[in-house]
Structures are given as C-alpha cells and as structure tokens.
C-alpha cells in the first residue's frame, strides 16, 4: 500500500525582521490511508505550520511533499486549491459556521464550491449529517444548535466530499469534556469506518484517543511512536457514557 503522506526533509523558515524564524527543520514522515494520527507538542513546537502545510494552506520553504501520489511541490495555487477540496476535509477549533445559514446550507456550500448540481448537493449533506448523527436538526441554524452540534455540522461539511483525509485543528478546543469525548468518539468512529484522520493538539487526553501520536518541539518531530494507552483511554471513555 502506497503511503497517502509522504514528506521529506520538509523545511519552513519565516523572516521576523533580519533574522530567520525556523518553524520546521528538516521534517520527515509518511502517513498510511486509515491511520488515526496525532501531531502534539506545545506552543511553538511547529504543529501548526506542520498542519498548514499538510493542509496544503501553506508551501516549505525546503523539502518535498507528496499527497495522495502527487508531488504538491510541482501544483500551481489553482491546482492547490483544487486539491484541498476534493481530498482534505479540514474540522477547526471556532467551528466556522456561517450564522444565518442551516446546518443543512452548511455542509452543501463546500459542494456548491465543487460545483456538484443541486439535487445531488442535498443528498450527500442530508447523508453526511445523518452520519455525524444530525438528521434531526438539518433546518437549525447555529445559534440553535449546542457547541458539540455545531462541531458535528463542521465535521459533516469536511466529510461531504469524501476527502482522503480529515485534518482536525484543535477541534475540542471550544468545548467542554463531556462534549469533547462524543467528539473525539465520533472521530474514531469515523476512523474505524477506513477515514484517514490527523488530529493537531497540545491537549494529553485529546491526543491519546489517537493510535499513533508524533510529538513536536523546536520544529523537529522528537518522538514518533503508536499509542499503546489508547484500548484504556477509550474504554475508560466508552464506560463513562453508559
């Protein structure tokens, strides 16, 4: 199986006044379809640039990067866009709902944006919410609906266009813990359905839902191995919501 990630040597410096900000330093990884991927490390350790740069939001400044077979390096900016919508569902800690809209308008903008006709776009949100266990709530708006809702409305929307990979940015961040563990239930769920999910947080409890967990710290992956607490910590959780 060929891997869905492949990075190499990946570098990105920034430029604070005259001296060079390194954010990643020769970063190397691959990441296999199905895996369920934590990217860890505190405040400045470069998971966020790592993230916008798996996200294709953001280029190295140094390295290659291969998504999916196809050398990212080598994709001009329409290219790029084209990319992150049809095979990256990306899930935020603000959620990133549009307000005046249904949970049902929300999920089929990112449809519209691939330009699917409409009849189809109503279809795969109403299936894609039904999935994150939304059927019930596909006319409210986000001011109707709870935070864990809201969240689900954002997963929903990154999965409606059967991406390869679902990159979540700190995605409990905004919630509380009870909320946060049907979120994080939800995402091994999905998981365990054959999603491929990378999760980006400095939370411990977060990250050890994941079956592998890569640590950062100064731009460089300092620890990279597969989560052995991870059969406790879920069945710790799966007790605690009987």
């Known amino acids: 199986m060929d891997a869905l990630i492949r990075m190499e040597a990946i570098t990105k410096v920034y430029t604070v006044g005259d001296e060079p900000l390194w954010a990643l330093r020769g970063v190397s990884l691959q990441v296999m379809p199905g895996e369920y991927v934590a990217i860890m490390g505190p405040s400045g350790s470069g998971k966020s640039t790592m993230m916008n740069i798996l996200g294709c939001l953001d280029r190295p400044t140094d390295g290659r990067y291969w998504f999916d077979g196809?050398?990212?390096?080598?994709?001009?900016?329409?290219e790029l866009t084209l990319l992150r919508n049809q095979k990256i569902g990306f899930v935020f800690q603000s959620f990133n709902l549009l307000p005046r809209t249904t949970a049902l308008e929300n999920v089929e903008l990112a449809l519209l944006y691939a330009g699917v006709r409409a009849a189809e776009r109503r279809r795969r949100a109403i299936e894609a919410l039904e999935q994150v266990g939304?059927?019930?709530?596909?006319?409210?708006?986000p001011n109707e609906l709870s935070?864990?809702?809201?969240?689900r409305v954002a997963i929903a929307r990154a999965l409606v266009n059967h991406p390869r990979l679902l990159l979540a940015?700190?995605?409990?961040?905004?919630?509380?813990?009870?909320?946060s563990e049907e979120i994080l239930g939800l995402f091994e769920a999905l998981n365990d359905q054959g999603h491929t999910v990378i999760l980006v947080t400095h939370e411990p409890d977060v990250g050890q839902h994941a079956k592998r967990i890569i640590r950062f710290q100064d731009g460089q992956i300092i620890a990279d191995q597969r989560n052995a607490e991870r059969r406790r910590v879920v069945a710790?959780?799966?007790k605690g919501g009987t």
């Open 70 to 78: 196809v050398d990212v390096g080598s994709l001009n900016d329409d």
């Open 134 to 141: 939304l059927g019930d709530r596909l006319h409210h708006k």
């Open 147 to 151: 935070g864990g809702q809201q969240q």
């Open 169 to 179: 940015d700190e995605p409990t961040g905004a919630l509380d813990s009870h909320t």
């Open 236 to 238: 710790q959780a799966q």
